[in-house]
């Protein structure tokens, strides 16, 4: 491979912000829960820091962590893109699994966003990120996850079929960018398989070039979250359907709980 050729899982990292480009409606209420802290915060699962690099911009000491590096990798190259921009924030990557980290350090806010936790293999990996989200916050601290709830109608499509999500422009590479996807659903064990195919090609025509990666989601009811969360050492303050904290109904499809120290 040619040195300056990206690596596939570089490749998938810049296009999972591709997927997310057109949809940040949950970072407005971090910036907000994270305004005027005075002590640091943690994001778990973060990806390539599409909170923790803002949330460190506006002045928050931020560490970041995750289990892929290249998604830690484009995150750092986020953060140092705004070395330009007067910055009183910090902002640290650490790669760990999130079941297992233990930092030496207690956090005002922890973060645990857009449905990461559904990607943990089962209950036991969940309760595990839950206590790891207990054990790294602050006495007077909040930790703040959010989860999807899928309907029925949302999961009748999990049949294996195939579906284009979207087709768009990569502004990094120039190329159009296709994404594809097809998911089974297990409904004894609540659990998706979920197949996605990112298609590049250049914008004037020529060869396509293909990525594909496969996750398992893990769903979970809200009385089964919230069970979790208390067993975790953690007590609901609030319980949100939405990321304007509306209160939490029996329709809802997302519960966004905000959560202090039992």
């Known amino acids: ?28 209420l971090y910036r907000a829960l994270a305004a005027g802290l005075t002590g640091p915060v943690l994001e778990l ?35 140092a893109a705004e070395e330009s921009q007067p910055r009183a924030g910090e902002l640290r990557l650490v790669e760990a699994d999130i079941t ?17 936790l559904l ?20 006495p007077d601290g909040r930790a703040v996850l959010d989860v999807w709830l899928p309907t029925p109608d949302d999961l009748a ?27 089974t ?16 090609w250049p914008a004037a025509g020529g060869p396509l070039r293909r990525l594909g990666r496969e996750d398992e989601l893990h769903f979970i009811t809200s009385t089964e979250l919230l069970s979790l969360v208390e067993a975790a050492g953690l007590v609901v303050e609030t319980a949100a ?3 304007g904290l509306s209160p939490f109904g029996g329709d809802a499809d997302r519960i966004v709980l905000v959560c202090a120290l039992l």
């Open 1 to 28: 491979m040619p040195p300056d050729e990206p690596t596939a899982g570089a490749e998938l990292a810049r296009l999972y912000d591709l997927d997310l480009s057109e949809e940040q409606p949950d970072l407005d």
């Open 157 to 183: 499509i999990y049949d294996g079929r195939l579906q284009v999500e979207w087709v768009r422009r990569d502004p990094e590479s120039g190329d159009s960018v296709a994404k594809t996807s097809c998911a």
């Open 100 to 116: 297992e980290l233990a930092l030496d350090e207690r956090f005002a806010l922890v973060v645990l966003a857009l449905n990461s």
């Open 241 to 243: 359907s939405d990321y």
């Open 185 to 200: 659903y297990e409904p004894a064990i609540g659990r998706a398989t979920v197949r996605t195919f990112f298609d590049s």
């Open 45 to 79: 699962a973060a990806g390539t820091g599409r909170i923790s690099v803002p949330l460190a911009g506006a002045g928050n000491r931020v560490t970041a962590v995750d289990n892929d590096p290249d998604a830690l990798a484009r995150a750092a190259a986020r953060w």
């Open 119 to 138: 990607l943990l293999p089962g209950r036991n990996a969940q309760l595990a990120a839950l206590r790891v989200m207990a054990e790294h916050l602050a």
